[in-house]
């Protein structure tokens, strides 16, 4: 058998917090899930995406500790249109979180922003920018 890829892991300092972002991005948590060490969310397409609290990770894994500069891996949601970039990056910066880059058309045909969750992991926000004519 072959390995599939099957799940994205963050780790958290704050569930509620994490929750309350990734649901503004509108990922649905079980009502309760801020109490909980663990929690997950399946993905359309099969896809788990989870939030472990630090306790949880040190429990497996006393020496573990948070990563300290820039992160390697990014999430990203595709939103439905240019204007939903915008909106949403404005929504998110608006309750409080990190706007790392403010939304933009690149040059690889998007509309592209980036938005830091609760714990300083890079979200970026793109959609295709339409033809031009």
């Known amino acids: 058998m072959t390995p599939r890829f099957a799940l994205i892991g963050v780790v958290t300092s704050d569930m509620a917090a994490s ?53 390697r891996i990014g999430l990203a949601f595709r939103c439905d249109s240019p204007a939903e970039v915008d909106t949403t990056y404005e929504d998110l910066v608006g309750a409080g979180h990190h706007g790392e880059l403010k939304p933009w058309d690149a040059f690889w045909g998007q509309r592209y922003a980036t938005v830091h969750d609760p714990d300083g992991n890079g979200v970026d926000l793109f959609a295709p920018l339409p033809a031009a004519e």
Do not use: I
Request: no cysteine.
């Open 19 to 71: 929750l309350a972002f990734y649901r503004r991005l509108g990922l649905v948590f079980p009502e309760g899930s801020e109490e909980q060490p663990h929690v997950d969310v399946e993905l359309p397409g099969g896809l788990v995406f989870a939030l472990d609290t630090e306790k949880t990770v040190h429990s497996f894994h006393p020496e573990w500790r948070p990563p300290t500069g820039g992160g």
